[in-house]
């Protein structure tokens, strides 16, 4: 007893260095216990370029502070004419506002097209049932055939939602070729 004690109290008092292993006291294991050394995550070495003259500027322009950097950057604009580019979400605004001022008439808004669909399943025919009944099966994996026939005959109900139109018209397809009538919200 006394010489089990003596060893762990060996093994947790010695000092403890990043390694990716240290033993157990019984010295039969191996427990992971630091990650790997930190010399691994270091950066990439920076690319280096035949041109003096480009390395000296970057050089210079990694040792700007913020400021700097901005200021430099409004100068090199103004100095080879860079034009300011707008932003994408004001684009629509000021195509509204440039036709606005020939007419008094508000410009009519065409409506959002829609991009998320709702697939809902609302009859079929009677001879198709039991192809319907596999087709909801196999749509969600976790019904039973119970469950996709309880589902089936409490129609109307929806399949799918937040689906891409493509893929509600790829489904729609499949449903209507087996006989049902499938509608898209």
Known sequence: MASRCSTILRTV???TTL???SRVANGSRWLAT???????SAPPPPAKSNDSTITR?????????LLQAADL???LKSRLNIQEIAMPAAAPATAQAAAAPGSDEPAPEKPKEKTVFNVMLESFDAGSKPKVIRE???LVPNLTLIDAKKFVESLP???KENLSKDDAEKLKKTFETIGAVVKLD
Do not use: H, N
Not at 34 to 40: D, F, L, R, S, V
């Open 157 to 159: 109900k929806v399949l």
């Open 136 to 138: 909801v099966k196999a």
């Open 73 to 75: 950057v409004t100068l």
């Open 57 to 65: 500027i970057v050089d210079d322009i990694s040792g700007l502070t």
């Open 19 to 21: 390694t990716r292993y």
């Open 34 to 40: 630091a990650t790997e050394p930190a010399a691994k």
């Open 13 to 15: 008092s010695r000092p």
